[in-house]
């Protein structure tokens, strides 16, 4: 016969463990250029200061996911964009369709 004591002791912590196991279950992936075909062609770096400039020439100091019209913060470090549906990219990534955040 199973107690309210018991059931208690057995329910409410398998009931944490799910909640906090499927949260991290539901997180989207990092983005990079080895798991989307997207990033790649459109030359995604995890970190601005590392863009190719010779080959983006486009790119401008001080571009980055965090003031792009495409990204919206998850928090301080990572976002999602319009462009990576899907994926978490880098506040200071950058990729060749960043514009400007009106």
Known sequence: MTTRRTFLFQVVPAVAAVTVLGNAALAEPKLSAD???AAKALGYVPDASRVDKQKYAKYQ????CATCTNYTAINEQSGTCTM???FEV???GWCNAWAVKA
Do not use: F, L, V
């Open 61 to 64: 100091d001080g571009q980055k």
């Open 84 to 86: 990576y549906k899907g």
């Open 35 to 37: 798991n989307n075909p």
């Open 90 to 92: 880098e506040s200071g």
